[in-house]
């Protein structure tokens, strides 16, 4: 798994294999091989670990990488003359064509290293924002949002009068299209919405989405930190304007995220931050900007990060993300069979197409005792209201519990949850 | 670990389920809401005063088992106690459940209602918990200061 690309400049002999290599995943992939690939589960032998939508574990190859790269090929990136920023600028460079593949971005200028999703959004609503925006324009988003893609928006209303309208869910928990629809309108200039709601694991029709808002004459961003480690994502094919992802979701490490921006968009938008490698020529009376995507990656990049995001990636595709897909549709039918029998619990977005997240609420029993007791079972779900607490409240819940699901979860890490989950009935419902 | 039929006692799991003084008092001297943004758990805390003596004390809100038993319990020990018998109890219970020294010690009455609240104190294990069992003293504290506040854990 550990790529050729990461090979000291300096070395006269190839370096040795690291232990990642032959690992032997092939086509298709099992998860009780996969573990083996995730050292954390060798050292925590009876994790059951269902919290991969908070940040999911490290394969091998991303932990190896990365600490290769430190002591192989380090040097700060770009305008480095000596081999070994030449090289470490190429390896951080290459990490951005790995990104520019995995989203069939149609230019590797599109594609903007940023620290995470919330970071991706933020640059858009502060350099986009006030850039495009006026007073009375819209922006929509929809009652499935996590604080990330709400937020962002109300802190750019506040300092430039624009309105934030939002679309409502179903009774079920899906996005109501019809009801989207109606609030487009011709004021209407952003549409920002979650490819995967991570609060319910909600399958948003993006593709609707997209197209409605286009007839409208709306830009669409679409934050996919849930969806990029699930699903084939392709944005020339989806025509979104934005897409936004994080690097510790999609088995990368933390601190290294993506924003993805049309080229026509992001040349048009001012500087986000300002220092270092965003900048042409600096004088004390007029500085020029860098082109994308360097305009927006100011100061000393993640570069360690970005390599490690791109080993991640390299690590899906070697799985085959149609693979992966297969393997977390079948995976989260199975875990919606399973909890159905357990008594008392009910799945949220019940009927919804969802992915890779099961969100219940477990009839006397608060979140937090229960993951406090499955837990004790060293099954590690996430308890509370998932950074979603608008729809916690349309939902008309203070919180849930969150399994959800990785490469290296198989049914019997379903199974373990559901047997946790009749124990916590059993020691608080008598 | 620890067994966790030490932090879920009998008596918190009974708490838990059935809360005592959980309702509204309509007119208190003195109230505050508690709100632990970790969880987006809330609980009010309905106190009325007789000089210098609580002669009612009641919650309201929605928890987890650890904190709706803790205010069940802190409501049961407190009634008919002084300001100063609260607080003391208040400084005990901390230290307790954070694992700290206490910071005087009890007088011989406030002894007996501090093993009352003994079993919360298998929250000190579990560092993430001990806000659910500090929540409601917290919010007490805040409508004995001043009424109608609301004090966060974070």
New interface residues.
Partial sequence: MRPASLRSVYAEAPTPPSPASGGGLGTGFNPRELKREFPIFANNPDLVFLDSAASAQKPRSVIDGTAEYYRTDYANVHRGVYRLSARSTELYEEARDKVRRFLNAADRREIVFVRNTTEAINLVAQSWGPAVLREGDEVLISELEHHSNIVPWQLLRDRTGIRLVVAPIEATGGLDLAAFEARLSPRTRLVAMTHIANATGTLVPVERVVALAHRHGAKVLIDGSQAAPRLPVDVQALGCDFYAFTGHKVYGPTGIGVLYGRFELLSAMPPYQGGGEMILHVSFDKTEYQEPPHRFEAGTPDIAGAIGLGIALDFIEELGRENILEHEEALTGYGVDRLAHIRGLRLLGAGQRRLGILSFDLD??????VS??LD?HHVAVR???HCA?PL?ERLGL??TTRASLGVYNDEADIDRLAEALEATQE??IR | MMDLRELYQDIILDHGRHPRNFRKIEHPTHFAQGYNPLCGDRVTIYVTLDGDRISDVSFQGRGCAISTAAASLMTEVLRGKSIADARALFAQFHARVTGGEPAQELTEPLVEEMDRLEPLTGVKAYPARVKCATLSWHALEAALKGSGATVKTE
């Fill in positions: 006397g029993v608060h979140p937090h005792d406090q007791v004790q308890a509370g209201h607490q916690m203070s919180g020691m608080f």
